[in-house]
């Protein structure tokens, strides 16, 4: 009798998990295949092109149903080594490999006097995001900025914020600033700027874990969101597309308040120098943080990263397939509408598709 | 269980004893003052500040001081000791209740948002922004931590047993040793093992498949179904044992039909909360098993995504339309919720089923 | 008891099998826990032997970088215990002796269903929910108790403190500790209930007397299931809790000591080279402490083992 009754739940059980595990609604379909590229490619890296490379992959697989991508947004670090170990097709990472790094090469994928290809494809402002009641905008210069971080401006209605301010109705607060807990590229990014913008306020060196212990800390572009959200007077950095309804601030350029926009951190990148002696596939950035023009300073530029001698040459393919539909206007334009990036810029178009025509 | 008053020198069976009401009247009492207090203290403020759950706590507390008071005068001291320890269970019971309460309601009302029929019957393929559904992780999930437990559960419950019936001495003493030491790995650091063990049984510096992401699960696992098997056949008395052998049953025999039945209410919740501790793991499966967008059925190859890194993925990394990300992920919560909330259930019913028919 | 056994009973096939594989299982285990402790052994290696510029924090050593995180580990999870172990008890025993028996067995689902929901809805709970109610508290507690140290004022400005924490990881670790107390008073010898309220005594005197010394070392068994859990808790801690390095006993402050679970999440997707070891090595400390723990309250029990049926 308890048989009967365990082998009636186990057939329920059973009809459920079939129903279950029927096909998904969205996949398979695609009676015509309108391109012959076909096969597997694996990527890992940073988490902070996770949002684009979900746009890029579903465009690219929608136009190539044959083809899948899987972007593991695992961390940078993470991505280079797999990438680096050969556990990964391409790389997605908040930073160049260093000298270093190239000088001792072993990339498992690639062909074994290869070079690799080092593409900045992702370009993200990263905004200055406070919660302060009525309060949208505020100018602030890089030490004022520095200075609320470091913990050496604690009051809102400091001479210096008040000062760049005027008109403006500051309350009487306690500033709370909240930067990343993890190891992250934006912090990386964001410290740099803060280095080389404000030197004498800011003494630290660039570093993707925050140097110092002041104010609070949250995990990830989220975390910081929510924590800047649900404080009182409370300052952060983040990826400019979450800044949601939260206020932003314009910072100081030369004569004028810079507030973020796509087309201003796209100009930044543009003012920028490559890393010198680098072959001309490698577009590993210097970025410089204290331009004289329009430009803002705070932005985080990720690289993707791929062999430029594969050793499988059908992987070769869809690598270039993929970075080129990566680069391309539609490319762009789908993460800028997707994930909130700025697209590059005509000029660094043209550098970059000469880069990816390399790749063999 | 009535239990007579015989304190004092007055011989009634009814005397010195609180009337029945007097509980719920006193508690009544106590929150309509606590209420009174917490609104006065917050008369300043604005009247739709009013605390709710303050007046509640502190109502509780007044509740526990009166009616210990009370019970001491009237019914004497072990009495009172009585009455203290009941309403202070009766307190534990309600405080653990608030949170779980809060917990489910805005799972709940977060995750009803997008819990329709695409989101059981679609995957994350192709899907950008809004749309899409998490098929892709239950079936993980679901082959996963079913695989998990098929390692664990044996394993587990065959050292448990040996353990309690079979093991002396030296061995038994390591086995002990070790299981409380397996309670300390942390989740990362078992899915990072999982992974070198398979990169380099493999010889596959990218391995990620399913069955990694079950082996880290299972050292997890283990050590709860282990310690709980324990606890729970120790107390299966000693006089169970020894009329069994007593009648010529054969020592296997007496564990199978007479020890483990006797425990396996207490066996069947073990495995339950050992499965709970493992189905909600994230980091791990991010390491070992990936992370895709597509269906995968096979265990054995292939990334396979998991709903506890769906959940964190939506959260995380997010793209512009954040809400749409946001309510994917509580949606998932929910399920992985309804999920556990089934096997639950079906641990019950196989206690009900298999445990003897006696006792209370 | 087959050490006092002087007549032999037949060895049967059956009686072999099982408990060769039960035997098997066992040393599966071990097998599996060597395993693991040799990965961890060979990755901690350069860690431990790293020069001052390799690690993250400043620090010097790789002891100097570990001990901040150590404490921070066992604090949390202290708070944690503390503040689970006499509700999760109380609830065990509501269940068990005090609610109704056919309420009872609904509460019990209940509870239980709290050890289904995961760690990352706990930590998308402690943000959006728990944070943000309890920064008013803090602030309170920080203006008006802020003499006594723990409480040593700023507070924080978004309640993502070591104390919000140690209450989320109280309701994690509530359900697992309740769900085996539970079974455990459960079966308590009902002769020895009976035995205690014939006496006369009241309820908790019964209960103090017949079940609390039957189901000690169960209790203590489940508090460190409990307790492993909230050590080795990851997501959770690394959602809500805003760290630094620093060793500090503040419950309420911007500051707190990060936990070695924690930081690994925290850190490892962006770690290379030497860094990744640390975080590997910090791992092994963690299972080290919770070694100690467990063997600490190994001894506890063995003390008491005489109300264990099995022996």
């Given at each position: 009798m308890n048989i009967k009754r365990s082998g009636g739940i186990a057939a329920i059980a059973l009809v459920g998990a079939i129903a279950l595990a029927s096909c998904a609604a969205n996949e398979g379909g695609g009676t015509e295949a309108p391109s012959d590229l076909s096969g597997t490619l694996v990527g890992a890296g940073s988490s902070a092109v996770g949002a684009a490379q979900e746009t890029w992959i579903a465009e690219f697989q929608t136009a190539n149903p044959e083809v899948t991508i899987t972007y593991d947004p695992a961390g940078s670090?993470?991505?280079?080594?797999?990438?680096?170990?050969?556990?990964?097709?391409?790389?997605?990472?908040?930073?160049?490999?260093?000298?270093?790094?190239?000088?001792?090469?072993?990339?498992?994928?690639?062909?074994?006097?290869?070079?690799?290809?080092?593409?900045p494809l992702y370009i993200s402002p990263i905004a200055v995001i406070f919660n302060v009641e009525g309060v949208d905008t505020l100018n602030l210069d890089a030490d004022t900025i520095a200075g609320i971080f470091a913990g050496t401006i604690t009051n809102w209605t400091d001479e210096a914020i008040t000062s760049q301010n005027e008109g403006v109705e500051l309350p009487d607060l306690a500033i709370t600033p909240v930067h990343r807990s993890d190891d992250s590229g934006t912090t990386e990014n964001f410290t740099d700027y803060l280095a080389q913008a404000a030197p004498e306020v800011w003494t630290y060196e660039a570093d993707g874990v925050w140097p110092i212990s002041s104010g609070e800390a949250a995990q990830g572009t989220s975390g910081v969101v929510d924590a800047v959200t649900n404080g009182t007077g409370t300052i952060g950095y983040a990826d400019a597309s979450r800044a949601g309804g939260l206020g932003t601030v314009a910072v100081l350029i030369g004569e004028d308040y810079v507030p973020y926009s796509a087309e201003a951190a796209a100009a930044v990148v543009d003012a920028s120098p490559f890393v010198e002696g680098r072959p001309e596939f490698d577009l590993s950035l210097e970025l410089d943080r204290t331009p004289d023009s329009e430009a803002y300073p705070i932005v985080l530029v990720a690289y993707l990263v791929g062999c430029e001698t594969y050793l499988d040459a059908a992987q070769a393919e869809l690598v270039k397939a993929y970075f080129t539909y990566m680069a391309s206007p539609e490319g762009q334009a789908a993460a800028s509408e997707g994930a909130g990036s700025a697209p590059i810029s005509d000029a660094l178009f043209e550098r970059v598709t000469a880069a990816i025509e390399v790749i063999g | 269980m009535t239990t007579s008053a015989t304190t004092g020198i007055a011989n009634s069976l009814t005397t010195g004893r609180l009337p029945k009401w007097a509980p719920w009247g006193l508690l009544a009492g106590s929150w309509a003052v606590a209420a009174v207090i917490v609104a006065l203290t917050q008369a300043a403020g604005e009247p739709a500040d009013f605390n709710i759950v303050a007046a509640i706590f502190f109502g509780t507390i007044l509740f526990d001081i009166a009616i210990v008071v009370l019970s001491a005068l009237i019914e004497g001291s072990r009495q009172a000791r009585d009455r203290l320890v009941t309403s202070l269970v009766v307190t534990a019971f309600v405080v653990a209740l608030l949170p779980l309460v809060s917990l489910l309601f805005t799972v709940v009302v977060n995750g009803l948002a997008r819990f329709d029929l695409e989101f059981f019957s679609s995957s994350m393929r192709n899907v950008v922004g809004e749309g899409g559904g998490g098929l892709h992780a239950i079936m993980g999930t679901l082959l996963i931590t079913g695989m998990a437990a098929i390692i664990s559960i044996p394993v587990g419950l065959l050292t448990a047993i040996y353990l309690v019936e079979y093991g002396r001495g030296r061995l038994a003493a390591a086995i002990t040793f070790f299981v409380d030491v397996m309670t300390g790995i942390p989740s990362i650091v078992a899915g990072l093992f999982a992974f070198a063990l398979f990169a380099l049984l493999f010889d596959d510096p990218g391995i990620r498949f399913g069955f990694g992401g079950s082996v880290a699960l299972s050292?997890?696992?283990?050590?709860?179904?282990?310690?709980?098997?324990?606890?729970?056949?120790?107390?299966?008395?000693?006089?169970?044992?020894?009329?069994?052998?007593?009648?010529?049953?054969?020592?296997?025999l007496t564990i199978?039909?007479?020890?483990?039945?006797?425990?396996?209410?207490?066996?069947?919740?073990?495995?339950?909360?050992?499965?709970?501790?493992?189905?909600?793991?994230?980091?791990?499966?991010?390491?070992?098993?990936?992370f895709t967008t597509s269906m995968n059925y096979d265990l054995f190859a292939g990334r396979m995504m998991t709903l506890p890194v769906f959940v964190y993925n939506q959260y995380?990394?997010?793209?512009?339309?954040?809400?749409?990300?946001?309510?994917?992920?509580?949606?998932g919560a929910l399920t992985l919720i309804l999920i556990v909330m089934a096997l639950n259930l079906i641990a019950r019913l196989v206690a009900k089923i298999f445990s003897p028919k006696l006792g209370r | 008891?087959?050490?006092?056994?002087?007549?032999?009973?037949?060895?049967?096939?059956?009686?072999?099998?099982?408990?060769?594989?039960?035997?098997?299982?066992?040393?599966?285990?071990?097998?599996?826990?060597?395993?693991?402790?040799?990965?961890?052994?060979?990755?901690?290696?350069?860690?431990?032997?790293?020069?001052?510029?390799?690690?993250?924090?400043?620090a010097d050593t790789f002891w100097a970088y570990v001990a901040p995180l150590a404490f921070g580990t066992l604090w949390a999870a202290l708070i944690a215990l503390v503040i689970a172990f006499p509700i999760s008890i109380g609830i065990a025993l509501f269940i068990s002796h005090y609610a109704p028996r056919r309420i009872a067995q609904g509460l019990g689902y209940i509870v239980d269903l709290l050890a289904a929901v995961p760690s990352v809805v706990f930590g998308l709970w402690g943000i959006k929910v728990l944070a943000p109610l309890v920064t008013p508290f803090y602030q309170e507690l920080t203006t008006n108790l802020g003499w006594i140290p723990l409480f040593s004022p700023p507070a924080s400005g978004t309640g993502r403190t070591v104390l919000t924490v140690g209450i989320v990881l109280a309701v994690m670790i509530i359900p697992?500790?309740?769900?085996?107390?539970?079974?455990?008073?459960?079966?308590?010898?009902?002769?020895?209930?009976?035995?205690?309220?014939?006496?006369?005594?009241?309820?908790?005197?019964?209960?103090?007397?017949a079940v609390i010394p039957f189901a000690r070392p169960g209790i203590i068994s489940a508090a460190m299931l409990g307790l492993g859990r909230a050590l080795g808790e990851t997501m959770v801690v690394a959602m809500v809790l805003s760290p630094a390095v620093v060793i500090s006993f503040v419950l309420t402050g911007s500051s707190n000591p990060a936990t070695i679970a924690g930081n690994i999440a925290l850190n490892f997707p962006d770690a290379y080279g030497v860094q990744v070891n640390a975080l590997i090595a910090s791992g092994l400390v963690l299972f080290v402490i919770t070694l100690v723990i467990n063997s600490v309250a190994r001894i506890v029990v063995n003390r008491r083992k005489a109300f264990s049926g099995a022996n």
């Open positions: 670090g993470a991505g280079r080594e797999t990438f680096l170990a050969g556990g990964s097709d391409f790389a997605g990472t908040d930073r160049a490999f260093k000298d270093e790094e190239l000088a001792a090469g072993g990339f498992a994928s690639c062909a074994a006097d290869s070079g690799i290809v080092q593409l | 050292l997890l696992m283990i050590p709860v179904v282990v310690r709980s098997s324990e606890e729970m056949l120790k107390i299966v008395p000693n006089e169970l044992r020894e009329a069994s052998y007593a009648l010529g049953v054969p020592k296997w199978v039909k007479v020890v483990i039945p006797t425990a396996i209410a207490g066996i069947a919740t073990g495995v339950t909360l050992s499965i709970s501790r493992v189905i909600g793991e994230t980091a791990p499966l991010l390491i070992v098993a990936g995380a990394n997010p793209g512009t339309d954040v809400q749409v990300y946001l309510d994917r992920a509580w949606t | 008891m087959t050490t006092v056994r002087t007549i032999k009973a037949k060895q049967r096939p059956g009686d072999r099998v099982f408990s060769a594989s039960t035997t098997i299982a066992g040393c599966i285990i071990l097998a599996a826990l060597a395993a693991v402790a040799v990965f961890l052994l060979a990755e901690s290696v350069p860690a431990v032997v790293s020069g001052p510029d390799e690690l993250r924090d400043g697992i500790i309740t769900a085996i107390s539970r079974e455990i008073f459960l079966q308590t010898p009902v002769l020895h209930e009976e035995a205690a309220l014939a006496l006369g005594a009241t309820r908790w005197e019964m209960i103090s007397m």
